[in-house]
């Protein structure tokens, strides 16, 4: 066990956050960058080829799992003899969260941010195997973040696993050691039941399981069944991954319905076109909607936090920036002369020069009265001096803005808020 105050290469350890079967996770001050960060540091006896493997699967798989809501791994080496993985630092687990009292709202909120952080593991078939409250990590901008995949598993046709996962969250098949695609579904499934509840569902997870009055109370009733399927004892009878399952989760709490017949999607696709053509004549100058939604092909800025008409918080993933370089933690586009990503509040990185270009997207200053640098519409935070940007930005066409953030909105048009993710009164 590592003490307070000791140092680990450049880290100076603060306090130790968790004490995990094979890890602990330690706040560390990061005496060159001066960021506070956290590590996870495997324990002695687990020092072995085995469960090193594992630790070394979790850094690798880092690139390729890169979203808003998986936690990124900054950096995995030796310090001092000790196998380290260094990961931004959050407020608190979710399982801590979920101690507290949580409006309904805010655990949709938080529901939707699960589902994409899986999604996403699955459309790069991964397993994470390790689905629970205290894997998903909040931070003080509400964000939820998946991290953890130690356990994790490339899903391949045959995969043998010798059951590791967190009693009372795994799937039957996973205790068997034959984790799948649905065993994560599963997980899923009881991480929010219990979120809604309170209660933890038990073996044999017979519907329905304690606290069923409580989650008739809080969700409408079209996503009762959908829970329902995620927790069916069976694999095949649950949803086949969490991409589909983040999907009808989307469509219901929407309130939308499928349309069946081909004549039928036609129309809908055509009247959706229009509505995209007629918002990009009206907003596309000044909400800079260059790109399109990965899921509904909506148009969409690299300022968005999500998607403004289907809700999709992963729409801009695999998009070609117009900037000349990209954040390596957002992949959304920077300046060349910026200190910090104006977007997701990402670390600092090298500036490739000392001198300020200007630019015709520039419209305000910081309010920063120490920095004072030049600011682009709908940045959250500035690139100069990465100070939280106050102001309320608003649409040139409309006066409309969201009731939970404040921001300028589309209204005729959004039915998400882009800035904040929140569902808009249509």
Request: hydrophobic share 35%; proline share 6%.
């Amino acid at each position: 066990m590592l003490r307070a105050r000791q140092r680990l290469g450049k880290f100076r350890i603060e306090r130790r956050l968790s004490n995990g079967p094979i890890a602990e996770v330690y706040q560390a001050y990061d005496t060159i960058h001066g960021i506070r960060v956290a590590l996870k540091v495997p324990h002695p006896s687990a020092m072995d080829e085995v469960f090193l493997a594992d630790f070394k699967r979790e850094a690798r798989l880092a690139p390729l799992l890169e979203h808003p809501n998986i936690l990124p791994i900054r950096d995995a080496s030796f310090i001092d003899g000790r196998f380290v993985i260094v990961m931004p630092l959050g407020e608190r687990s979710l399982g801590e969260r979920m101690q507290r009292r949580m409006a309904v709202a805010t655990a949709m909120d938080l529901t939707e941010q699960m589902l994409a952080a899986v999604s996403h593991a699955h459309d790069c078939k991964v397993i994470h195997c390790d689905i629970k409250p205290d894997n998903f990590i909040l931070f003080d901008d509400n964000t939820l973040r998946l991290t953890d995949f130690a356990f994790s598993k490339l899903a391949l046709r045959t995969i043998k696993a010798s059951g590791s996962g967190t009693v009372g969250y795994l799937a039957p098949e996973q205790a068997l050691g034959r984790p799948m695609l649905q065993s994560d579904v599963f997980s899923l499934g009881l991480v929010i039941y219990e979120l809604f509840t309170g209660y933890l569902p038990e073996w044999p997870y017979q519907w329905p399981p304690a606290g069923h009055a409580r989650l008739k109370g809080k969700l409408k009733p079209s996503l009762i069944p959908w829970l329902r399927r995620a927790l069916e004892f069976r694999p095949k009878d649950r949803f086949q991954s969490a991409i589909s399952m983040y999907r009808e989760f989307r469509r219901l709490r929407n309130g939308g319905t499928r349309r069946r017949t081909e004549r039928g999607n036609g129309r809908r696709q055509d009247w959706q076109a229009v509505r995209f053509k007629e918002f990009q004549k009206e907003f596309k100058q000044q909400v800079a909607t260059r790109h399109t939604c990965r899921h509904c092909s909506g148009p969409v800025s690299e300022a968005m936090v999500a998607c403004p008409w289907c809700g999709a918080k992963d729409h801009l993933k695999g998009h070609e920036t117009d900037y000349p370089a990209t954040c390596p933690r957002c992949s959304r586009g920077v300046k060349l002369d910026w200190n910090y990503c104006a977007w997701c509040y990402g670390p600092g990185f090298e500036t490739e020069t000392k001198r300020r270009y200007a630019d015709r997207r520039y419209t305000t200053r910081c309010n920063n009265a120490k920095c004072k640098g030049p600011l682009m519409p709908f940045m959250r935070y500035c690139p100069w001096c990465r100070s939280k940007v106050k102001r309320r930005w608003r649409l040139d066409e409309t006066k409309a803005t969201c009731p939970s953030c404040d921001q300028g909105i589309a209204a005729d048009y959004w039915s998400v808020c882009p800035w904040c993710t929140k569902q808009l009164e249509t």
